[in-house]
Each structure stands twice: as structure tokens, then as C-alpha cells.
């Protein structure tokens, strides 16, 4: 019997897939680097998953956050890839993460977002407004001013 052809609502159906995959997810966080924390919380938020809603989803945003600023901390944010998906995990999740988790991560981020490329940049600077509603304090801090786009000239 596949997900699709199990009895019940949608959303019985995607709750019957979710609750394994938090579970076993949660099982292996603490041995995951930025990449794969990103790619991971990237999923969590476009699934539109709800973790203070899932049973052990409280467990798995403790050990995302501790895991995400252990790593941020050592080695900060170097792949601008990486950063969009965080944010865009953060914003989409559902789920109130910590003042301490979005601190280390505006602040690692503002210092090396320049180094990305332009669309990392461009998508990080779109998702960090809605992720200064999470926090009011992260919000007092200033993006600094863009950087000028690299215009390809064309000649005719």
C-alpha cells in the first residue's frame, strides 16, 4: 500500500509519513553539517510542517538550534545557499526558535553575506524581514546597505 493509496484526508495521509521521518531526523541532527541542517529545515518549512504541533517536533527544533549555532559559531556561513535555506526553514516553520539561534544567525550572516552570490543574497535579504517578526530584538539590527549588482554589459 502506498502513501497515496492510504485510507483517510490528506493530511491523515502526510501525518501518517511525517511522524517517522521527524523521528529518525531527530535521531541523526547531532551528526549533521550546515548543509544538510539546511537542507533539511528547508523541507521542514516548505512542507509548511508545524513542529510545536508534532510530538517530537519541540525536540527536533532543540536539537536543529543547537546544532545550527554549534556549527555557525565554529565555522560561520560561507555558502550563501545554505543561509537561504536556513531562513527560509526559520520564516516557514512554524515554530518560535530561539533569540539566541536568530542572533547567531543575523549576525554571522550580515558579516558574510557579501561573499555570496547575488541570488543567496537577494533571497536572504527578502526572508530576514519576516524573520524580524519572530524577534523584536533581531529586528533593531541593520541590515547594511546593498551591495551594488553586477550589471552584464551587452554590446550590440
Same mark, same amino acid.
Given at each position: 500500500?502506498?502513501?497515496?493509496?492510504?485510507?483517510?484526508?490528506?493530511?491523515?495521509?502526510?501525518?501518517?509519513?511525517?511522524?517517522?521521518?521527524?523521528?529518525?531526523?531527530?535521531?541523526?541532527?547531532?551528526?549533521?553539517?550546515?548543509?544538510?541542517?539546511?537542507?533539511?529545515?528547508?523541507?521542514?518549512?516548505? $512542507?509548511?510542517?508545524?513542529?510545536?504541533? /508534532?510530538?517530537?517536533?519541540?525536540?527536533?527544533? /532543540?536539537?536543529? /538550534? /543547537?546544532?545550527?549555532?554549534?556549527?555557525?559559531?565554529?565555522?560561520?556561513?560561507?555558502?550563501?545557499?545554505?543561509?537561504?535555506? #536556513?531562513?527560509?526553514?526559520?520564516?516557514?516553520?512554524?515554530?518560535?526558535?530561539?533569540?539566541?539561534?536568530?542572533?547567531?544567525? %543575523?549576525?554571522?550572516?550580515?558579516?558574510?553575506?557579501?561573499?555570496?552570490?547575488?541570488?543567496?543574497?537577494?533571497? %536572504?535579504?527578502? #526572508?530576514?524581514?519576516?524573520?524580524?517578526?519572530?524577534?523584536?530584538?533581531?529586528?533593531?539590527?541593520?541590515?547594511?546597505?546593498?551591495?551594488?549588482?553586477?550589471? $552584464?554589459?551587452?554590446?550590440?
Amino acid at each position: 500500500m502506498t502513501l497515496v493509496n492510504l485510507p483517510g484526508s490528506r493530511e491523515a495521509r502526510t501525518a501518517f509519513a511525517r511522524r517517522p521521518l521527524l523521528g529518525k531526523t531527530l535521531a541523526v541532527v547531532h551528526l549533521m553539517q550546515l548543509r544538510a541542517l539546511a537542507n533539511v529545515l528547508w523541507a521542514v518549512g516548505r $512542507a509548511g510542517i508545524d513542529l510545536a504541533a /508534532e510530538s517530537v517536533g519541540p525536540h527536533l527544533a /532543540e536539537a536543529f /538550534e /543547537e546544532r545550527i549555532r554549534e556549527l555557525v559559531k565554529k565555522g560561520g556561513i560561507k555558502d550563501g545557499r545554505e543561509a537561504a535555506q #536556513l531562513w527560509y526553514g526559520l520564516v516557514f516553520s512554524k515554530y518560535s526558535w530561539s533569540q539566541a539561534l536568530l542572533q547567531v544567525l %543575523v549576525e554571522h550572516s550580515i558579516s558574510t553575506y557579501r561573499t555570496w552570490e547575488l541570488q543567496a543574497q537577494g533571497q %536572504v535579504r527578502l #526572508l530576514y524581514p519576516r524573520a524580524c517578526v519572530l524577534t523584536l530584538s533581531v529586528a533593531s539590527m541593520q541590515w547594511p546597505a546593498a551591495v551594488p549588482s553586477r550589471v $552584464a554589459h551587452v554590446s550590440g
